[in-house]
């Protein structure tokens, strides 16, 4: 019998890197995608078995780099590889700056019904500072080209604890993200890596260090102001109206199957986990490489449902052998019991690493 599985397509190309990006993308590289969309479908060829599909992502990078007619190509070629649900939930995720009215009708005519918009802030300012490659009027106009071509399944990524970033500032950019009334919002707190060049900004001074317990308070304004306007904060950084939430990067949060394809993609299928090469030179040969392979054990298994349910709003049913850590973590202040389940509290959501490292085996 075949497996059901989510399948991810990797795209990842971008105009220019942002200061902040730690993600597999490659700037000036657009010349590279039809060798790329040829590898992808190599890779689609070799690992595909007739899997049902229950959803589509194509992130990146910036897939809305792909031309509409090569990416109705590429759902043409997984339409007859696999088994994709008529329901299925096909999201791309897309840039400002990358999409117009006539692109955003052509895929969605060519199948793709979920739209995931990276807009970030809706402040010049922070966008500058971030090296966005759009402003705030391009990301608002963006989200009016998407209703006009039809789309009625919309997600903003926003990124908040920005160097210098007040809270009246981070409160403006969620207001004016609400007013684009879009089905599901995705919050990250910025994430700081080393080498990047925001990073070397803050080093050298010519930005203000992060502060953490501002970025605390910005997340916990996120969830009372959503709260209020009727989302729902399903999931640590992900709030959806009813019945919006991302089913694809649910199988993800419910430990499930799913198929990663193209340069630096992972895979997770029955006990075995793997992921490409992250050198598009090396994955462009269309030898699959895998830059990482490795069985998962029962025990590691478990404890990765435990600590991928507990994202979630709804937690997790307690198995017996993780009672003595829900216990501490309960009387801690980072646990709660609803019913029969567990799950994380406000601060618990907040600190949530300190609460999954205590599920992993020795
Ligand atoms: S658009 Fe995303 S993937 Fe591309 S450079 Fe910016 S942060 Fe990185």
Redesign the pocket.
Known sequence: MTQDIALYIHVPF?R???R??S?V?Y?HRQTDIPAYVNALKCELEQRANREQVGSIYFG???PSLLPAEILGDLLAAIRSLFDLDEAAEITIEA?PGTVDRTYLADIKKAGVNRLSL?IQSLNDRELEMLG?IHTAAEAIDSVKAARNAGFDNLNLDLIYGLPGQTMKEWQMALSGALALKPEHLSLYALSLEEGTPLYRMIEDKQLPAIDPDITADQYELSENLLTQHGYRHYEISNWALPGRECHHNLVYWHNQPYLGIGVAAHSHIGNHRFANTSNLDKYLTGTLLPEMDEAISPDLELAETAILGLRLDEGIGVDTRYQEQVEELTAAGLLERAGRRVKLTGRGRLLGNEVFWRFLPE
Do not use: D, L
């Open positions: 971008c220019r890197r942002c902040y990006c993600f993308s700037a990146g990078g910036t840039n990276g966005r």
